[in-house]
């Protein structure tokens, strides 16, 4: 059972789709749920063999670092795990919501998009690296416009011209590395980065950094997310909110930590988290429609993540880990549920919202629970997370950390109050004028898109009320992040 | 004034990227000037040319690189023009296009000729590049661009159109085939993609194992897809 | 003097890079964005190509009889080279579908005038 499966089993499966569509209409629908539950299966049962040490999969039988090598450690196989699950839940989802355009072509993309951040967090060679980032960023650049109305053209437009120079920069970060040093193996480079001088080393950084930040929506490179994450099909938004930009986001943090292992870089990193942080949640305060609001709280959530990267110690990056998860899974149900009321009612503004809990319980339900989570709230997944940041950063015993962290749950304050609103507005706001008319009474979500919030939401509240599942693995996956000696040693035997 | 500011700023990371480079020993000149990083090889490539021979067979150094040490990279950047084919495809299947009128003309007799005549020789030069990549320059994405010329010409010289269906076909079954040839390298010998197939004599053309079996594979997914992309701008878009 | 001799192939793919820049940040029609896309990607290709050059070095093709693989310059960065162009390729022909959609909409292709998503 090696964990190249998990990437080559779901991409002979995308081949597959158009041949599908030729024979018949509805089958490519289910193409990506039964690809993605291989996946989770297959890294479900990979979990506890590579806890303590990373399986190392060499491809065309050569040696590395001669050949491109897959390393699955705790933290590609447990973010490779969470692809999975919400991929899954999303493709259930979209076999129903998906009926318009071109649809085997929908399902391939999808498919390929997840194949892509699969690949991404199993590499362990930078050029693999790149390509399989290239994967991921042109099939959401496609699904972004799928809908081809005036809005997502548009973004996708946006989305793609910044996205290219991204992918530019990453390149020629690459090629500086490889000029230098003669190999594109990360554990290679890692081993031999402090025989050349800083400064060249720190140019090629600060290209491969901001070139994957613009794919993790750092500020300031973000000004893509709010137009691509609202204008996209609901399906898309939740998986663009909730793995592509985290597979952005590890991409940064293993060229930081494994490749460069950059100390003196983190202060600025820190800050960096810091201003994303509050841009997005400020921003997200001010908004009306519902997917925009989403798409800025994903911004300073990622703020928040980055900024426990930042403090990079073993507690913070276990908090950070802990938050990708959470955030995940998360966002995932909001957009989710989100996307059937505004399906219902034709409009994304807040206020055609009000009342609807009488109209569609089930997911206003889903809505709560999820816009709880991510705030923080106790018997919810997101509670374990920001905790651990807030001690790892009070840890550190610096005043700075303690302000820093005092000005990030600032900005949770902020989300909270957005949040408190809307879930009060759809609980205790009378419905417009004529919208019950228009809608009906009792007109829930259809159960293929249900039964994905329903699972979404008993993750986040079993998590939540027993951390201890999840916390077993977040630590082996932080040091895996952390400890460069040891990933090169395990890649290289040396 | 904006492009005041983007030139300065450019002429600075310019000037960066420049003096990083010079003052380093940069590059496969600058290791061979200086002595390089490590003695055994690793670095620049010197042990891919030293080994590619014997190890896998081709005299292609490049198509050895390509496709067997580095295979993996090259199923991720076929599967990216999958990826550009499908997202090409969706985004147009709405497009409502009317062909102008000059679009409508049929060419004049000398070009609609020549096409004709030249659209089997193209395949021809195309295919002869592609299955030949491991002996000369050349492979499967340089054969698969000349076919896909091929079909460029059916579309602007003959105004003809091409079977959409049987392109997207041969498209997923190549790439299938790829993907398939990775497993049975993962069965036989453990490792995806692995040369499973006799070395040969160097320089024949059933030399070097896999590697002509995957560059037809490739060559005919590019060839196909190129030229799906081609009809998807034309007009064409199936379901 | 051999300063500039050795170095002019990467002052040469920076100009390129430059100008592709350039292109990208001040020009206003849609499609001379997409050309200078593809001008940034091929000034990096070149950048890459220059990485693994020597001097009077061979391509690494054992055509003949005698070939010595000391002399040949490094096959990897023409492999890379290779995938950068394919990805390219496909950048390039989504933006022009892109493209196509857009002027269906809007009947221009000047991004300033397409401004409909705001604050």
């Given at each position: 059972?090696?964990p190249?499966?998990?990437?080559?089993?779901?991409?002979?499966?995308?081949?597959?789709?158009?041949?599908?569509?030729?024979?018949?209409?509805?089958?490519?629908?289910?193409?990506?749920?039964?690809?993605?539950?291989?996946?989770?299966?297959?890294?479900?049962?990979?979990?506890?063999?590579?806890?303590?040490?990373p399986?190392?999969?060499?491809?065309?039988?050569?040696?590395?670092?001669?050949?491109?090598?897959?390393?699955?450690?705790?933290?590609?196989?447990l973010?490779?795990?969470?692809?999975?699950?919400?991929?899954?839940?999303?493709?259930?989802?979209?076999t129903?919501?998906?009926?318009?355009?071109?649809?085997?072509?929908?399902h391939?993309?999808?498919?390929?998009?997840?194949?892509?951040?699969?690949?991404?967090?199993?590499?362990?060679?930078?050029?693999?690296?790149?390509?399989?980032f290239?994967?991921?960023?042109?099939?959401?650049?496609?699904?972004v416009?799928?809908?081809?109305?005036?809005?997502?053209?548009?973004?996708?437009?946006?989305?793609?011209?910044?996205?290219?120079?991204?992918?530019?920069?990453?390149?020629?970060?690459?090629?500086?590395?490889?000029?230098?040093?003669?190999?594109?193996?990360?554990?290679?480079?890692?081993?031999?980065?402090?025989?050349?001088?800083?400064?060249?080393?720190?140019?090629?950084?600060?290209?491969?950094?901001?070139?994957?930040?613009?794919?993790?929506?750092?500020?300031?490179?973000?000004?893509?997310?709010?137009?691509?994450?609202?204008?996209?099909?609901?399906?898309?938004?939740?998986?663009?909110?909730?793995?592509?930009?985290?597979?952005?986001?590890?991409?940064?943090?293993?060229?930081?930590?494994?490749?460069?292992?950059?100390?003196?870089?983190?202060?600025?990193?820190?800050?960096?988290?810091?201003?994303?942080?509050?841009?997005?949640?400020?921003?997200?305060f001010?908004?009306?429609?519902?997917?925009?609001?989403?798409?800025?709280?994903?911004?300073?959530?990622?703020?928040?993540i980055?900024?426990?990267?930042?403090?990079?110690?073993?507690a913070?990056?276990e908090?950070?880990?802990?938050?990708?998860?959470?955030?995940?899974?998360?966002?995932?149900?909001l957009?989710?549920?989100?996307?059937?009321?505004?399906?219902?009612?034709?409009?994304?503004?807040?206020?055609?919202?009000?009342?609807?809990?009488?109209?569609?319980?089930?997911?206003?339900?889903?809505?709560?629970?999820?816009?709880?989570?991510?705030?923080?709230l106790?018997?919810?997944?997101g509670?374990?997370?920001?905790?651990?940041?807030?001690?790892?950063?009070?840890?550190?015993?610096?005043?700075?950390?303690?302000?820093?962290?005092?000005?990030?749950?600032?900005?949770?304050?902020?989300?909270?109050?957005?949040?408190?609103?809307?879930?009060?507005?759809?609980?205790?706001?009378?419905?417009?004028?004529?919208?019950?008319?228009?809608?009906?009474?009792?007109?829930?979500?259809?159960?293929?898109?249900?039964?994905?919030?329903?699972?979404l939401?008993?993750?986040?509240?079993?998590?939540?009320?027993?951390?201890?599942?999840?916390?077993?693995?977040?630590?082996?996956?932080?040091?895996?992040?952390?400890?460069?000696a040891?990933?090169?040693?395990?890649?290289?035997?040396? | 004034?904006?492009?005041?500011?983007?030139?300065?700023?450019?002429?600075?990371?310019?000037?960066?990227?420049?003096?990083?480079?010079?003052?380093?020993?940069?590059?496969?000149?600058?290791?061979?000037?200086?002595?390089?990083?490590?003695?055994?090889?690793?670095?620049?490539?010197?042990?891919?040319?030293?080994?590619?021979?014997?190890?896998?067979?081709?005299?292609?150094?490049?198509?050895?690189?390509?496709?067997?040490?580095?295979?993996?990279?090259?199923?991720?950047?076929?599967?990216?023009?999958f990826?550009?084919?499908?997202?090409?495809?969706?985004?147009?299947?709405?497009a409502?296009?009317?062909?102008?009128?000059?679009?409508?003309?049929p060419a004049?007799?000398?070009?609609?000729?020549?096409?004709?005549?030249?659209?089997?020789?193209?395949?021809?030069?195309?295919?002869?590049?592609?299955?030949h990549?491991?002996?000369?320059?050349?492979?499967?994405?340089?054969?698969?661009?000349?076919?896909?010329?091929?079909?460029?010409?059916?579309?602007?010289?003959?105004?003809?159109?091409?079977p959409?269906?049987?392109?997207?076909?041969?498209?997923?079954?190549?790439?299938?085939?790829?993907?398939?040839?990775?497993f049975?390298?993962?069965?036989v010998g453990?490792?995806?993609?692995?040369?499973?197939?006799?070395?040969?004599?160097?320089?024949?053309?059933?030399?070097?194992?896999?590697?002509?079996?995957?560059?037809?594979?490739?060559?005919?997914?590019?060839?196909?897809?190129?030229?799906g992309?081609?009809?998807?701008?034309?007009?064409?878009?199936?379901? | 003097?051999?300063?500039?001799?050795?170095?002019?192939?990467?002052?040469?793919?920076?100009?390129?890079?430059?100008?592709?820049?350039?292109?990208v940040?001040?020009?206003?029609?849609l499609?001379?964005?997409?050309?200078?896309?593809?001008?940034?990607?091929?000034?990096?290709?070149?950048?890459?190509?220059?990485?693994?050059?020597?001097?009077t070095?061979?391509?690494?093709?054992?055509?003949?009889?005698?070939?010595?693989?000391?002399?040949?310059?490094?096959?990897?960065?023409?492999?890379?080279?290779?995938?950068?162009?394919?990805?390219?390729?496909?950048?390039?022909?989504?933006?022009?579908?892109?493209?196509?959609?857009?002027?269906?909409?809007?009947?221009?292709?000047?991004?300033?005038k397409?401004?409909?998503?705001?604050?």
């Amino acid at each position: 059972m090696s964990p190249i499966l998990l990437i080559a089993v779901p991409l002979g499966l995308a081949f597959i789709i158009p041949l599908l569509a030729l024979a018949s209409r509805k089958l490519p629908a289910y193409v990506p749920a039964v690809g993605m539950l291989f996946n989770l299966v297959v890294s479900l049962y990979l979990l506890p063999s590579v806890l303590s040490k990373p399986i190392v999969v060499r491809t065309a039988g050569f040696a590395p670092p001669f050949s491109i090598h897959l390393v699955a450690g705790p933290l590609g196989i447990l973010l490779a795990a969470l692809i999975a699950l919400v991929g899954l839940l999303v493709a259930i989802y979209a076999t129903g919501y998906i009926r318009e355009g071109s649809v085997p072509r929908y399902h391939a993309l999808y498919l390929l998009l997840l194949v892509g951040a699969t690949g991404i967090v199993l590499t362990g060679d930078l050029f693999n690296l790149f390509v399989f980032f290239e994967i991921l960023c042109i099939s959401s650049y496609a699904l972004v416009g799928y809908r081809g109305d005036k809005a997502g053209i548009e973004s996708a437009v946006k989305y793609l011209i910044q996205g290219a120079i991204g992918s530019s920069l990453v390149l020629v970060g690459i090629g500086f590395l490889y000029g230098l040093f003669g190999t594109l193996s990360m554990a290679d480079i890692a081993g031999n980065i402090h025989s050349v001088r800083p400064i060249t080393v720190f140019i090629s950084m600060a290209f491969l950094v901001t070139g994957f930040g613009v794919e993790a929506a750092i500020f300031p490179l973000n000004a893509w997310l709010p137009d691509a994450h609202s204008s996209a099909p609901s399906s898309i938004s939740a998986i663009l909110s909730g793995i592509a930009i985290k597979a952005g986001l590890y991409a940064v943090a293993r060229v930081l930590f494994t490749v460069y292992g950059a100390e003196t870089f983190l202060p600025f990193i820190l800050v960096l988290g810091l201003l994303t942080l509050l841009v997005g949640e400020m921003s997200a305060f001010s908004q009306n429609n519902i997917k925009r609001l989403l798409a800025y709280s994903s911004m300073g959530q990622m703020g928040l993540i980055v900024f426990a990267l930042g403090l990079a110690s073993a507690a913070s990056v276990e908090g950070a880990l802990f938050l990708v998860v959470s955030h995940g899974l998360a966002k995932a149900l909001l957009f989710l549920s989100v996307g059937y009321m505004i399906y219902r009612t034709g409009s994304m503004e807040i206020s055609s919202l009000h009342g609807m809990a009488k109209r569609m319980p089930v997911s206003s339900l889903c809505f709560a629970i999820g816009a709880f989570s991510l705030v923080g709230l106790p018997p919810f997944i997101g509670f374990p997370g920001k905790f651990m940041v807030v001690r790892a950063a009070l840890e550190k015993g610096d005043a700075l950390y303690t302000v820093l962290v005092a000005i990030a749950l600032l900005g949770t304050v902020v989300e909270g109050a957005y949040f408190f609103r809307i879930v009060q507005g759809l609980y205790f706001k009378p419905a417009p004028e004529g919208a019950v008319a228009e809608t009906g009474e009792g007109r829930e979500a259809p159960f293929s898109a249900l039964l994905p919030a329903c699972v979404l939401a008993a993750a986040i509240l079993v998590v939540g009320v027993c951390p201890q599942i999840l916390t077993d693995y977040v630590g082996p996956a932080a040091s895996d992040l952390l400890d460069k000696a040891a990933y090169i040693r395990h890649v290289l035997g040396v | 004034m904006r492009k005041l500011i983007s030139v300065t700023l450019l002429l600075v990371i310019v000037m960066i990227a420049v003096f990083s480079v010079s003052h380093a020993m940069f590059g496969a000149e600058g290791a061979r000037r200086t002595g390089g990083l490590r003695e055994d090889g690793v670095n620049f490539g010197r042990r891919y040319n030293n080994r590619a021979l014997d190890e896998t067979g081709a005299a292609n150094v490049v198509a050895a690189v390509v496709v067997s040490y580095r295979g993996f990279d090259t199923l991720g950047e076929v599967t990216v023009l999958f990826v550009a084919a499908l997202g090409l495809g969706a985004l147009l299947y709405g497009a409502r296009r009317e062909k102008n009128a000059k679009e409508r003309e049929p060419a004049s007799l000398i070009v609609f000729t020549g096409c004709r005549f030249l659209f089997p020789l193209v395949l021809l030069f195309g295919a002869y590049v592609l299955a030949h990549g491991h002996v000369t320059p050349g492979g499967g994405f340089q054969g698969g661009a000349i076919v896909a010329s091929g079909f460029v010409l059916v579309y602007l010289g003959c105004r003809g159109t091409l079977p959409a269906g049987r392109l997207a076909a041969a498209e997923s079954l190549s790439g299938l085939a790829f993907v398939v040839i990775g497993f049975i390298g993962l069965a036989v010998g453990g490792s995806f993609l692995l040369n499973f197939l006799p070395r040969g004599t160097p320089l024949a053309l059933f030399s070097a194992g896999v590697i002509p079996v995957i560059y037809v594979a490739i060559g005919l997914k590019v060839g196909s897809e190129l030229g799906g992309i081609i009809g998807n701008l034309a007009g064409e878009v199936s379901e | 003097m051999s300063f500039l001799e050795d170095y002019v192939h990467y002052g040469g793919c920076f100009a390129l890079i430059m100008v592709g820049l350039y292109v990208v940040l001040v020009k206003s029609n849609l499609i001379k964005v997409i050309i200078g896309i593809n001008l940034i990607d091929t000034g990096i290709n070149l950048f890459l190509i220059s990485a693994g050059y020597i001097r009077t070095g061979t391509a690494p093709i054992f055509s003949g009889a005698a070939q010595e693989p000391g002399k040949m310059v490094d096959p990897v960065p023409q492999a890379l080279v290779l995938t950068a162009i394919v990805i390219g390729v496909s950048v390039l022909a989504l933006a022009l579908s892109l493209a196509i959609r857009l002027h269906g909409h809007y009947d221009t292709l000047d991004l300033r005038k397409i401004k409909e998503l705001r604050w």
